[in-house]
T-cell receptor, first 116, second 112 residues
């Protein structure tokens, strides 16, 4: 089946620094990947849609200059949280659309970001 | 844009009972409705999905029903087991037909 990985699984950084999270499709090519954020005991909130070779599409209220997304290849999308603050602490999960389906998505294991 | 409402937020049942979780969506153009199970600190796992050309789909103890006219869909789990305890999310495809929009989740607790 389609496998999506994320790295790192956990990261702790100091306020004001930047953190990069990688999302990889391991056994398939993904022209579209998605980035979600999940606060404790809450739902997954779509942040942006990442398209290979073009600019990401951000959801309303998500600052594109703060959450930089780069989808440079068909198997890798990265999310960089710039100038992180404690309120950015969250669980960040990526997903990639299945090549066999127009809609089915496979999720990465998530990255727990803690900003101190 | 698409909005998905999910109820109840918490659900407690005895082992062996059935559990039903309901969702409504706003965009009549949505045509794909998956259900995910998420255990604490882990990724969401797809447990069943349904497309708009089907009214019901079943996979062993899990079933999903869809009423397109009323714009709601439901997850039914029969013969619940303690390992069914988790947070369940419904979702619908967004207006652009790309990303999934999630409901707020239902915490299901199955006691033995």
């Amino acid at each position: 089946g389609a496998v999506v990985s994320q790295h790192p699984s956990r990261v702790i950084c100091k306020s004001g620094t930047s953190v990069k999270i990688e999302c990889r499709s391991l056994d398939f090519q993904a022209t579209t990947m998605f980035w979600y954020r999940q606060f404790p005991k809450q739902s997954l909130m779509l942040m942006a849609t990442s398209n290979e070779g073009s600019k990401a599409t951000y959801e309303q209220g998500v600052e594109k200059d703060k959450f930089l997304i780069n989808h440079a290849s068909l198997t890798l999308s990265t999310l960089t949280v710039t100038s992180a603050h404690p309120e950015d602490s969250s669980f960040y999960i990526c997903s990639a659309r299945s090549p066999a389906s127009s809609y089915e998505q496979y999720f990465g294991p998530g990255t727990r970001l803690t900003v101190t | 844009g698409e909005n998905v409402e999910q109820h109840p937020s918490t659900l407690s049942v005895q082992e062996g009972d059935s559990a039903v979780i309901k969702c409504t969506y706003s965009d009549s153009a949505s045509n794909y409705f998956p259900w995910y199970k998420q255990e604490l600190g882990k990724r969401p796992q797809l447990i069943i999905d349904i497309r708009s050309n089907v009214g019901e789909k079943k996979d062993q103890r899990i079933a999903v029903t869809l009423n397109k006219t009323a714009k709601h869909f439901s997850l039914h789990i029969t013969e619940t087991q303690p390992e069914d305890s988790a947070v369940y999310f419904c979702a619908a495809i967004n207006q652009a037909g790309t990303a999934l929009i999630f409901g707020k989740g239902t915490t299901l607790s199955v006691s033995s």
